[in-house]
């Protein structure tokens, strides 16, 4: 059975930090590029970061341009996990995030926020920011 489970969501207060994990199984973790998205209450989902396969040695990254020196997006294909640390957190990053994977180049840009382009989604872990 393919999985993608989210952990690592919560409260935090503006300014404070998370790392999110998206744990992977039943399938090849490695092969796939990997991304997340998020949506917030009441919006269409928002493309957040993604990053290479093992086909790019040392990984690529790329990130939404507000999120851009806050968040960093990595992989431990080892454990077939991957992660999201989230610092400086503002309440506009409060949402719901899903890591997702994808065959080929990783997705990344406006496009980037479909489901259906990916062919393994989560379940979303909930990121809250509020004093």
């Known amino acids: 059975e393919v999985r993608l489970v989210e952990s690592g969501g919560g409260l935090v207060e503006p300014g404070g930090s998370l790392r999110l994990s998206c744990t992977a199984s039943g399938f090849d973790f490695g092969v796939y590029a990997m991304s997340w998205v998020r949506q917030a209450p009441g919006k269409g989902p928002e493309w957040v970061s993604s990053i290479s396969s093992i086909s790019v040695p040392g990984g690529r990254t790329w990130y939404k341009e507000s999120v851009k020196g806050r968040f960093t997006i990595s992989r431990d294909n080892a454990k077939n996990t991957l992660y999201l640390q989230m610092n400086t957190l503002i309440p506009e990053d409060t949402a719901l995030y899903y890591c997702?994977?994808?065959?080929?180049?990783?997705?990344?840009?406006?496009?980037?926020?479909?489901?259906?382009?990916?062919?393994?989604w989560g379940q979303g872990t909930q990121v809250t920011v509020s004093s």
């Open positions: 997702a994977a994808s065959i080929g180049a990783p997705y990344r840009g406006p496009c980037a926020r479909y489901q259906a382009l990916y062919q393994h």
